[in-house]
């Protein structure tokens, strides 16, 4: 007999591996144990994709439309 295999969730499909590997390691030990895993680096890139983001989103993308509108 065949195991039924689990669904995907939709979030999942989009979520990079090591995103959901990281969220597992923080539930289990907490910060520490994703900083004695991943270090530092994973961090300063998590910030960086976050502080990128949104700027474009909430200074860049409005200032563009405003500009072209007046």
């Not at 590997?21 to 300063?44: D, P």
Request: proline letters at 6%; hydrophobic letters at 45%; charged letters at 25%.
């Amino acid at each position: 007999m065949k195991p039924t295999p689990t669904k995907i969730k939709f979030l999942d499909r989009w979520t990079p591996q090591v995103l959901r590997e990281a969220k597992q390691i923080f539930r289990e030990s907490g910060l520490k144990g994703v900083i004695r895993r991943y270090g530092w680096k994973f961090f300063a890139i998590f910030f960086a994709y976050y502080l990128i983001r949104d700027v474009t989103i909430y200074i860049l993308i409005p200032w563009y439309i405003a500009r072209n509108l007046m």
